[in-house]
């Protein structure tokens, strides 16, 4: 068998058009920076394509994207896959809205690989918090350009004039003669028509739909268990198959000494090998599992020592201490006024080192995989994924087919929070080809939860180091930061070669708003040997706790109240003061402590965060029970520019919330001797319901670009909390989780 | 074969004694309203009802259940409590991804026909369902709405 392929973007790109792939005033109308998740640095990999299927241009073509009945109901086929954000709910408002349907009528599924959904300037991904404000304008301008022709084709069939007729929630109207015609009566002449190149987009001010907290419209499938996911779909004839894979990256099963005991198993159809893994393919995935699990491999020696592959002796504690002790010089990601000069003059030098532990998804759906090879020659998959034409192009050379055959259906996602991109090993997609081809039948595998977490695709461990230059008065007049590590972008789209900084490695400590006039921002690639990941909120998940947690160190030492220093430092930023004033006033005035509360002392932090092109303003009030961190209430204050759906975004920032203190609090995947240290959800403890705080969120709309929604929530979080037991305790915890630091009561 | 009764009616099984109800249910009976998590009892996403028990299904073996009164997602509308949750559960807009919320539904009820006005203790005991998305103020908020109605 061959070996799994490593994800190659190359070989998604003749499957999207060459096309708008780097548009700096469309980037610059997105609100990227470069701190961003950057296409612009991730798309010039594309710039290189000579020719492409260039006839399509994206999210213009309407049948592509509706599907209206003639029972007049409405389909429409996302270029997003919904995982709990709500995207499919967010869409049919954009698009009811200029569609003249009412949102609630609307069914979404995630569309098919196909050119016209690379939306995203040529690309087509969910990830990055860039679905709603990436399509926002291009939805809009469908959901208009498909009424407009349906106005048209009501108009032949009435014979009158267009400019006569008007729309009323799915009907065409003539009010001169009282006639109504349906959506689904036109649909077929409409649909055949040519697009419109200029429609009228409706005036904002008459909008119903969007901005309104309108119900999403999956959650009483989801509330009743009728919601399918990629674990609940079934093929005829298929086969279950569970795996069992090598306990240290990189090795491979040598011998298996129990085979033909395993195979006579009961409902065993056959024990196969694996590139890093053995699987059993069974009648049931209960009987494959326990199966495969009696198995008794014997698996290659991992190398004995070093970072370039995870040998023998790999642990965090190593891959940490290494990442500190490199002296290798850095590429600058930001640098201005003299920070030389600004040290030599400093009345007081602050120093401080940080560092966040790899992570783990833990969305609560274990991965899946269906694959079917069909008699026509085409692969059928069922697969849980964030950018399906990747997955296709990579299915295909798992499956020795072309592109164009491969039938990808992406299910909704039991959570992904970054997981479901495609991660080499890290997705069980390869194996159900793999296992589909030898055995000429359907498989689903489908990985325990215990195999999830020894393969999973990690938050990267992260180090950074910083120092900060104070004047006479406590101000920060110069500050410096060496980060030293590998993000994803970089790891999984190439971005890096030729000497490029990974914005994915230092987003939240470059592009502040604060008035600290000199900056020294230093990044080095240190690659991982583990498999690394897109996290909720990425590169963010950990610098802005690095951040703002070395912000509250710096007034500290210079005497100066936390919350009174961030306002001096953004004095000329009124759409940042404007949320922290918000966010005080939110949790009842600005106070530190610590003070007397219910069940004793308690203290407050404040952190702000840039995530995604949005802003956030986050307070975390906490004390301590028999050593251990309690959050009480979490107040956030949102601003992501402008909305769609206040309701859902509300609902965004507290899951987001909930996920930043989650790790803040508890979350750390260690490896010890090459070894992942935690199985499951008992040996690797998530926020639970009796952990979970009060939390308060308000969105302001500055009127700013839509910014992200997914994400922004998360990463003011950890690092409010860290600052509210230093206010709490005098100390500054500068690693997580705080669960291990050993705090006095 | 090992007969169970699910949903008001019964199944005669063909699967090892030590198979879990979670499996069973899902594999055997195509009842996927009922979610794998983890497997260990520690998320409640495999949550049914036994007996009007909330129970977590992935370490019931098939062979331990006998008659008992099995009662899964996709029954939820038979009962009359089991109503009024999903109504809240709509009402709260609780789920986000939804995976958990077969498994938080079931034990919000489960607890509701047996404490019809819960504490915030009782909740806090009934309600230890892993939830990702961290649901969990929406969950207690549709809660005390059905305790509340």
Known sequence: MNALLKIDLSAVMPLIPDRGVTNLSRRRLLGLGAGAFVLGTLLPAFGARAQAAAAVKPGTRVPAFLVIGQDNTVKLLSPFVEGGQGINTGLAQIVGEELDVHPSRFEVECAPPGPDYAILNGLRLTGGSFSTRSSYEVMRRLGASARDMLIRAAAAKLSVTADTLTTDDGYVVHAGSNRRVTYGELAEQALALTPAENVALRDPATFRYIRQPMARLDVRAKSTGKAVYAIDQKLDGMLYAAIQ???????????????????????????????????????????????????????????????????????????????????????????????????????????????????????????????????????????????????????????????????????????????????????????AILLAKATKRPVKVLWSREEEFKMDALRPLSFSRFKAALDKDGIPIAIKVRTVGEGPIGRWFGVTAGGKVDSSAVEGLVEKPYAIANRSMEYVKFAHPVTIAFWRSVGHSMNDYFYEGFLDEIA???????????????????????????????????????????????????????????????????????????????????????????????????????????????????????????????????????????????????????????????PGIAPAVVNAVAALTGRHVRSLPLAKAKLGV | MTRIHVNGRDYEIAAEADTPLLWVLRDTLGLTGTKYGCGIAQCGACTVMIDGQATRSCQVPLDSIGSADIRTIEAIDQDAVGRKVVEAWVTDQVPQCGYCQSGQVMAATALLKQTPHPSEADIADAMTNLCRCGTYNRVAAAIRRVAHA
């Open chain 1, 245 to 431: 894979h090598a306990p240290v990256l990189g090795t491979e099963p040598e011998r298996v000494s129990n085979e033909s005991a395993v195979a006579a198993m009961p409902g065993v159809h056959a024990v196969h090998r694996l590139p890093g893994a053995v699987a059993v393919t069974a009648d049931s995935w209960y009987r494959a599992r326990k199966a495969v699990e009696t198995l008794e491999v014997t698996w290659s020696k991992a190398p004995a020592t070093g970072f370039d592959a995870v040998a023998a002796d790999y642990s965090s504690t190593g891959i940490l201490a290494a990442l500190k002790a490199s002296d290798a010089s850095g590429l600058s990601a930001e640098k201005d006024g003299d920070v030389a000069a600004a040290f030599a003059n400093a009345a007081k030098i602050v120093e401080a080192e940080y560092d966040a532990p790899y992570l783990a998804h833990g969305q609560l759906e274990p991965p899946s995989s269906m694959a079917r090879f069909n008699a026509d020659g085409t692969l059928e998959l069922f697969v849980p994924n964030q950018m399906p034409e990747l997955f296709q192009s990579i299915a295909a050379k798992v499956g020795d087919v072309a592109p164009d055959r491969v039938i990808l259906h992406s299910p909704m996602l039991g959570g992904f929070f970054g997981r479901h991109f495609a991660y080499g090993s890290s997705n069980p997609f390869q194996q």
């Open chain 1, 556 to 714: 500290d030492a210079g005497g100066k109240d936390p919350y009174q220093l961030r306002l001096a430092l953004l004095e000329n930023k009124p759409r940042h003061l404007k949320l922290l004033e918000t966010v005080a006033r939110m949790s009842g005035g600005w106070k530190r402590g610590p003070y007397e509360a219910e069940g004793g002392k308690r203290a407050r932090g404040v952190a702000l965060a840039s995530p995604f092109g949005s802003e956030t303003a986050t307070i975390a009030e906490v004390s301590l029970q028999k050593g251990e961190v309690r959050v009480h209430n979490l107040w956030i204050a949102f601003d992501p520019g402008s909305i769609v759906n206040p309701a859902i975004i509300t609902s965004q920032v507290e899951s987001a919330a909930a996920l930043g203190l989650s790790a803040a609090l508890f979350e750390e995947l260690v490896y010890k001797d090459g070894r992942r240290q935690q199985h499951n959800f008992d040996d690797y403890p998530i926020l639970s319901r009796s952990a979970m705080p009060s939390v308060h969120v308000e969105i302001v709309e500055s009127g700013a670009p839509m910014g992200g929604v997914g994400e922004p929530g998360l």
